[in-house]
Each structure stands twice: as C-alpha cells, then as structure tokens.
C-alpha cells in the first residue's frame, strides 16, 4: 500500500514513484527560494544574490528538469565564470 501526500491510499505489486521536484529544504531555509524554486535569469543562471548560481531542480529557469538540461546550464554557468574572469562579456 502506498500513500500519497493527500492522504489517498493505493494498494501495488510494482511502484515507480517520482519525487517532488523543489529545492532542497537548506535552500529554502536560507531564502532563496519562491515557491520552492530559486528564481534565476535566465541566460546567466544569477540568483538574486551576488555570485550565486543556481542550475538543476532548484532552479527556476523553463527548461525541464532532466539532468541533460542541468549538465547544460552548467556549461553556461561554467562560460560566464571564464568570460569574467577574462574581464570579458558573457555571450
């Protein structure tokens, strides 16, 4: 028997169950979050704070929540870090 967050109850022989995707509670914690994401732009990855990056599952960017998408935003993440230290303009 399996129970969801409702409080419905469903008997099984094989569950496949997907986690709620949100940030992680430390996020959440530290106010970062809105709505149990973290709000970043949406080219640079930024958070509202200074310095802070947000990919994955946490972060709010309209890209779905598969771990190739994440693997990219962290190439772009990855390029705006070089280009700034380069002293140089992110594409």
Not at 17 to 25: D, E, H, Q, S, T
Not at 45 to 58: Q, R, S
Not at 60 to 72: C, I, L, N, W, Y
Request: charged share 25%; with cysteine.
């Amino acid at each position: 028997m399996v129970t969801l967050d409702d409080g419905r109850e469903f008997p099984y022989d094989l569950f496949l169950g997907v986690p709620a995707i949100r940030a992680p509670k430390i996020l959440e914690d530290s106010g970062m979050t809105e709505d149990g994401y973290v709000p970043v732009k949406p080219k640079t990855l930024e958070t509202l704070f200074p310095d802070v990056y947000a990919v994955g599952d946490c972060a709010r960017q309209g890209t779905p929540k598969a771990g190739v998408f994440a693997e990219g935003a962290a190439r772009a993440v990855a390029k705006s870090l070089i280009a700034r230290l380069r002293h140089q303009e992110a594409r």
